[in-house]
C-alpha cells in the first residue's frame, strides 16, 4: 500500500498568513494526488485534485503543486474561513490513502 | 445539485452487521464509481471501499476485506455497504462520496461531492 506522509500535523497562523502544507507518497503518484479541507462536524470539501486542478467554487487563494512524490498545498492569504483540518488522498492505485491531516488553527 | 445521502448507521454489537445506504442525485448515477470513507471519532479519514460506475469492479482497503461488502443498484441511483463481523474499531462515520469518473483501472480520480455522513457505533 502506498503510505502518504503529510506535514506538519497542525500549524497555527494569522489572517494574511501565507501557508504551506506538504504531502509525501512513499511511491510516485504521478499527478494522482487531491486534497479536501474539512471543518468540524462537516463532510471534507474537495479543494485541488490532480496536483494542481483547483475545484470549481474554491478561492484562488488555494493552488496545488507537486508531482511523483512530493507535493504541496499553499494558501496564499489565510481566510478566517480557512481555518479547518486539511488531508491528502493519493488515487494512483488502491487502496486509495489519505495523509493524516494538518489542522490550521488561529495564532 | 449533485448530491449524495448516506443512511443506515446506528448502534449494533460486536460481531453484528449493519447495511448503510447512498442514494445519489442530480447525475448520472452509472457514469460514476462511488465510494467509502470513514472517520473515527476524534481521528483523520480512511479510505474504506469502492466500486465502478456499472459495479463490475470493487477495491477494498486491508481492514474491511472479507468483512465488507460495496455494491450498487443503478437502477434506484444507490450504493450500498453491508458490513459484517463488526468490531469496535469499526466505529466511525461512514461517508459516501461520488468519483469523478466511471472506472476505477485508471488512475487519478477524485471524490466529490461527500455526504454528511451516518455514524455507526460498534459497542456491547
Known amino acids: 500500500d502506498i503510505q502518504m506522509t503529510q506535514s506538519p500535523s497542525s500549524l497555527s497562523a494569522s489572517v494574511g498568513d501565507r501557508v504551506t502544507i506538504t504531502c509525501r507518497a512513499s511511491q510516485s503518484l504521478t499527478y494522482s494526488l487531491n486534497w479536501y479541507q474539512q471543518k468540524p462536524g462537516k463532510a471534507p470539501n474537495l479543494l485541488i485534485y490532480a496536483a494542481s486542478g483547483l475545484q470549481s467554487g474554491v478561492p484562488s487563494r488555494f493552488s496545488g503543486s507537486g508531482s511523483g512524490t512530493d507535493f504541496t498545498l499553499t494558501i496564499s492569504s489565510l481566510q478566517p474561513e480557512d481555518f479547518a483540518t486539511y488531508y491528502c488522498q493519493q488515487s494512483y492505485s488502491p487502496p486509495w490513502t489519505f495523509g493524516h491531516g494538518t489542522k490550521v488553527e488561529i495564532k | ?124
Request: hydrophobic share 35%.
Open chain 2, 1 to 124: 445539485e449533485v448530491q449524495v445521502l448516506e443512511s443506515g448507521g446506528g448502534m449494533v454489537q460486536p460481531g453484528g452487521s449493519l447495511r448503510l445506504s447512498c442514494a445519489a442525485g442530480a447525475f448520472t448515477f452509472s457514469n460514476h464509481a462511488m465510494s467509502w470513507v470513514r472517520q473515527a471519532p476524534g481521528k483523520g479519514l480512511e479510505w474504506v471501499s469502492a466500486i465502478s460506475g456499472r459495479g463490475d469492479s470493487t477495491y477494498y482497503a486491508d481492514f474491511v476485506k472479507g468483512r465488507f461488502t460495496i455494491s450498487r443498484d443503478n437502477s434506484k441511483s444507490t450504493v450500498y455497504l453491508q458490513m459484517n463481523s463488526l468490531r469496535a474499531e469499526d466505529t466511525a462515520v461512514y461517508y459516501c462520496a461520488k468519483c469523478d469518473r466511471e472506472s476505477l483501472w485508471s488512475s487519478g480520480s477524485w471524490l466529490d461531492p461527500w455526504g454528511q455522513g451516518t455514524l455507526v457505533t460498534v459497542s456491547s
